[in-house]
């Protein structure tokens, strides 16, 4: 079968590789469509890979597929089924496993990293992996549900969004316009949007009051804008990007109280004013791919309407496409499109 492959030495490309066969516990799936992760991407560039990655890999973490055929002892599902996969392989035996925080799991496998990946026609996943996906839903845009749409999902639910009147998202990556979606759909009344241009920082309010403000005209200016908007301040502000400007923006924006959780993993390391953190006891928390359930709740969310992932796919790209759009990322989420056999 074809897959895009990547090892340091033979940089990334296409090539034939083995055909996978599902083993105990294991289906086989026909990968129909894989999104192009900000991951993969750093992979690539030499910025860091998880712990376990062996080389060469199969690059690709955002799968949607059908079943293909059942290794032995799976039930539940058959041949032809249309599924999404969890990318993230618990051990289900460590500490955190047992604290119901398998997305922590300090032991997991990594689809695309420690494992082939959905890159290619074929991959073989454990069976708890794969999930059914509700009729309709179009390949390209269920696979960007399970990293895309889950890692901020579960970052705004562990902190609590809810429960927030006013939300800041930094960064427009796939994440970010992920993050916007989920924050409305789980009704939060006000989201403002920081976004990074090569001019300029910029913030503009995207739910409530129609407002646009430049932060090279008057940083200042615009945090109080936003805080005055935000009736005192936003109560959560969940970084997608790292870029410490705008990190420094969010801790001025959030009320007394709020919270900041980031999903973003810089290169570099972004200080902290710590007396800020204390003056105004904000917190803040990192947060780590996604549960199963996570999953299992954004595809209801998108059958239901109350979340578009279509605006969040980018460009649908062939195999052949792929390396050129893993090297030059374009708006929203690239999804490599697998044609029908």
């Known amino acids: 079968m074809r897959a895009l492959v990547f090892d340091p030495e033979g940089g990334l490309r296409v090539a034939e590789v083995p055909t996978p066969q599902p083993g105990p516990g294991e289906v086989l799936i026909r990968v129909e469509a894989c999104g192009i992760c900000g991951s993969d991407r750093q992979l690539v560039r030499g910025e860091g890979a998880p712990l376990g990655t062996s080389y060469p890999v199969v690059l690709g973490h955002e799968i949607a597929g059908r079943v293909e055929a059942l290794g032995e002892g799976v039930s539940g ?56 996906r509700p009729d309709g839903l179009d390949p390209a845009e269920a696979a960007i549900l399970v990293d895309a749409y889950a890692t901020p999902y579960r970052a705004m639910v562990s ?96 009320r007394p109280g709020g919270k900041m959780v980031t999903v973003s993993m810089p290169t570099a390391d972004t200080p902290l004013p710590l007396a800020k953190l204390a003056r105004k006891g904000i917190s803040v928390m990192g947060s780590f791919g996604s549960r199963r359930a996570d999953v299992e709740e954004l595809l209801r969310m998108a059958a239901e309407g109350r979340v578009q992932p279509d605006v969040v796919a980018g460009r649908r790209v062939s195999l052949d496409e792929a390396p050129d759009a893993l090297r030059n990322p374009f708006f929203g989420r690239d999804v490599i499109v697998f044609s029908a056999p």
């Open 77 to 132: 599902l058959a041949p032809g089924d249309a599924v999404v996969v969890h990318p993230f392989v618990p051990c289900g035996q460590c500490a955190a496993c047992a604290r119901g925080e398998e997305h922590l799991c300090p032991h997991q496998g990594v689809l695309g990293f420690t494992r082939a990946g959905g890159d290619a026609e074929y991959v073989a996943v454990p069976a708890q992996n794969a999930i059914r």
């Open 159 to 254: 902190a609590g969004v809810a429960e927030e009147e006013a939300v800041l998202v930094i960064g427009t990556g796939g994440l970010g316009l992920a993050a916007v979606q989920i924050a409305k759909a789980l009704g939060v009344p006000q989201v403002a949007v920081l976004s990074r241009r090569e001019d300029a920082g910029a913030l503009a309010l995207v739910s409530g009051a129609d407002e646009f403000v430049t932060l090279a005209d008057d940083p200042r200016q615009a945090a109080r804008r936003l805080r005055r908007m935000a009736k005192g301040g936003v109560g959560l502000a969940i970084d997608t990007s790292g870029f410490a400007d705008g990190i420094d923006f969010a801790l001025d924006v959030l």
